[in-house]
């Protein structure tokens, strides 16, 4: 039997950064083109079924949901409903603009711990994150050598170049697939966990002497 695992992956990240046609393409989801800037009115949710995952012989059906969160604080009230069962998160920021990492730990603070204003927020693991370093124009030089480090709490997540227009130091679009493995298979233990102690807990079968 094929069990349905769906998983809910916040992306955020500061306004004009790119969030939106990132989400569109990992969604394969086709937009028209436009170089004009449209501002994602408090969030949008695309659900997708990803192919070639790797779970381990696992029969499973995953379906993803990408919140894509908008960048402007003007709605930050939705905030709390979109942390809400949250399973991962996909940093976003422009790699051609270094003012902006300090926003990203603005972002984290928020939704990733229990500093923030978002109330009953469970943080999620570092595992189950990733920072999306994304560029929009030609790279000059060794992109090697251009990711920046992350520093604070973002340092121990993962941080991977991105572009949909230019080469990138690696596969990012296998860095998406490797994030939504880790929270499918994390979320099945701790599911197979929960039934295992819920049935410890219970009455303990005597067996009959007949």
């Known amino acids: 039997m094929v069990v349905e695992e769906r998983i809910k992956i916040l992306v955020?990240?500061?306004?004009?950064?790119?969030?939106?046609?990132?989400?569109n393409y990992l969604s394969n989801f086709k937009d028209t083109p436009t170089t004009t800037?449209?501002?994602?009115?408090?969030?949008?949710?695309m659900d997708f079924e990803p192919e070639g995952l790797n779970l381990g012989g696992k029969s499973l059906r995953v379906i993803v949901e990408l919140w894509d969160v908008s960048g402007s604080h003007r709605y930050q009230a939705c905030w709390p409903?979109?942390?809400?069962?949250?399973?991962?998160?996909?940093?976003?920021?422009?790699?051609?603009?270094?003012?902006?990492?300090?926003?990203?730990?603005?972002?984290?603070?928020?939704f990733n711990t229990s500093q923030g204003t978002i109330t009953g927020l469970k943080p999620i693991k570092?595992?189950?994150?990733?920072?999306?370093?994304?560029?929009?124009?030609?790279?000059?030089?060794?992109?090697?050598?251009?990711?920046?480090?992350?520093?604070?709490?973002?340092q121990d997540i993962?941080?991977?170049?991105?572009?949909?227009?230019?080469?990138?130091?690696t596969n990012w679009k296998n860095e998406f697939d490797r994030l939504v493995t880790n929270i499918v298979l994390s979320q099945r233990q701790e599911e197979e966990n929960a039934i295992?102690?819920?049935?410890?807990?219970?009455?303990v079968p005597v067996q009959s002497s007949r």
């Open 37 to 45: 800037y449209k501002e994602t009115i408090a969030l949008r949710i």
């Open 196 to 203: 295992l102690n819920s049935g410890m807990d219970g009455p």
């Open 81 to 110: 409903s979109c942390a809400s069962g949250a399973h991962g998160i996909i940093y976003v920021f422009n790699i051609e603009n270094k003012a902006q990492l300090s926003e990203l730990e603005y972002w984290h603070t928020m």
């Open 158 to 169: 993962k941080v991977v170049a991105t572009s949909l227009d230019y080469p990138a130091e």
């Open 126 to 154: 570092d595992e189950n994150c990733v920072v999306f370093a994304h560029r929009s124009t030609a790279p000059q030089g060794n992109i090697k050598t251009q990711k920046p480090r992350m520093t604070g709490k973002l």
């Open 12 to 23: 955020l990240g500061p306004s004009k950064v790119g969030k939106t046609c990132l989400v």
